[in-house]
Antibody, heavy 123, light 107 residues
């Protein structure tokens, strides 16, 4: 059974940093691209960042480019999101999602999702 | 970036109704279009991928169509468990984008 378990969320002051983690199990982690998707309270889904199976291809939404860094450790079956210079508008539930493809030249759908970790940016 | 626009933003329907949601891309995305369902307090769930392929385990009352810039999600006979918010997403570009969502409510 595929499982994605996010952690690392919490309350943080504007301008500070936070690192999210996603622990994956139930599939061959290093065969697939992975993504972070967020959802502000009462709002829609926003794709944040994605990384290919071998970290060779990485992308960011304009809203987080230069502030957030995605990474993965295939040996630990884990995905990460380093979030710096946090703003109030970054407040959201952050989901980890598995891609159906490896992300190297082909882009699939998000076939499995975690339950999310809540990030609140407030003074 | 590719922009995705859904319509309507919300709709009210009754059990048994046929429901259609549309999604338009700002440029041609071939058939690289996916649909997700999200219920309150839950993670999104993949319904349709590659515009018209039904994800395993999804009821056959859900169907998708379209290519290029215009796409449709149809629920042939709305069931009580289908009241939720639906999102389209393009997978043509590495920078994935979602539509703003369509909330399907009970009439």
């Amino acid at each position: 059974e595929v499982q994605l378990v996010e952690s690392g969320g919490g309350l943080v002051q504007p301008g500070r940093s936070l690192r999210l983690s996603c622990a994956a199990s139930g599939f061959t982690f290093d065969d697939y691209a992975m993504h972070w998707v967020r959802q502000a309270p009462g709002k829609g889904l926003e794709w944040v960042s994605g990384i290919s199976w071998n970290s060779g291809s990485i992308g960011y939404a304009d809203s987080v480019k230069g502030r957030f860094t995605i990474s993965r450790d295939n040996a630990k079956n884990s995905l990460y999101l380093q979030m710096n210079s946090l703003r109030a508008e970054d407040t959201a539930l952050y989901y980890c999602a598995k891609d159906s493809s490896d992300g190297s030249g082909s882009y699939g759908n998000f076939d499995y999702w975690g339950q999310g970790t809540l990030v609140t940016v407030s003074s | 970036d590719i922009q995705m626009t859904q319509s309507p933003s919300s709709l009210s329907a009754s059990v048994g109704d046929r429901v259609t949601i549309t999604c338009r891309a700002s440029q041609s995305i071939s058939s690289y279009l996916n649909w997700y369902q999200q219920k309150p307090g839950k993670a999104p769930k993949l319904l349709i991928y590659a515009a018209s392929s039904l994800q395993s385990g999804v009821p056959s009352r859900f169907s998708g169509s379209g290519s290029g810039t215009d796409f449709t999600l149809t629920i042939s006979s709305l069931q009580p468990e289908d009241f939720a918010t639906y999102y389209c997403q393009q997978s043509y570009s590495a920078l994935r984008t979602f539509g703003q969502g369509t909330k399907v409510e009970i009439k």
